[in-house]
C-alpha cells in the first residue's frame, strides 16, 4: 500500500523538489500550496495532487487537512516546510515585520504539526518532518530574526518528541546549509535603514561574504533526498544536517568555545 506524505509550501525550493522526489518513489503527494491554482510543473504526476494551505490561516489547515484526510485515509508523514526569511539590522525592523515572520515559521509549522498529531495519534503513529536551518543551531550575522524563529522549532520540537513517543509519532528535524533557493531572491525580504548610513559597511561585508558562500552551495534536491531519508529511515534520529558547509559548521560549533566560534565567523565575515 502506498505511503501518503503532505508538504507544505511547494511553489518553489526545497518543497517542489520534495515533491518531485516523493513522487519519483511511489508515494501518494499532497502538494499544498496558498495559490495552487498558479501551479503547473505538478500536471503531469498522477500520484500528486495540489491542495490549498495557508500555514498563517487556522481555519484554512483544519479545513484542508480534514479534506485530505477523507481522501486519502491516512497520512504517514508530514513536512512543515512553508516558511521564509528575514535578515537584516534588527534596530529598523518593525513588530509587524518580526510578527510576520514567527507566524509563518514558528507558528504556522506549530499549527500544521497540533493538528497532524490529531490525525496521526489515533491512526496509530506517523512522522512530522520540520524543516529547520543550520541556522536553528548556529548565527550568523544580521540574521537575528529568521535564527530566532528557527532556534525556536528546533527547541519546540525537540522537547514534544518526549510527549508523542508513547503515540508512534516522530519528530524529525532537517537542518540544510546554504541552499540555492527562492530563500536567497524572491523570497528573500532584507531590512536596512532608510534615513542613516551608519550600518552601510557592516552590510557591505556581509554581502560580500554571503555571495562567496553561495557560490559553492548546493541545490534544494539535495535536502529533497534528506527528507526522504528521514522519512524512510526507520529511525528515532532526530537531526539531519545536509548541504555543505552546513554538517562540518555544526560539527565545528559542538567542538568550539563561544569565543573561538565568534572569532571564526567574524573572520569569515571581515569583521
Known sequence: MKKTILITGTSSGIGKSTVFEFAKMGWNVIATQRNPEKESDFNSLANVKLYALDVTNLDSITQTLSKVHQDYGKIDVIVNNAGYG????????SDEVIEKQFNTNVFGLMRVTREAIKLMRPAGGGTIIQISSMGGKITFPLY?????TKFAVEGFTESLHYELAQFNIKMKLIEPGPIVTDFYGRSRQFIKPADMNIYDNFIEKFNDAAAKVMKDAEGPDVVAKMIYKAASDNTNQMRYAVGKPG?????LRKLLSDKLYFLMVRKSYNL
Open 144 to 148: 537575528s530574526i529568521y535564527h530566532a
Open 247 to 251: 554538517p562540518l559548521l555544526l560539527k
Open 86 to 93: 528575514v535578515d537584516g539590522v534588527f534596530e529598523v525592523m
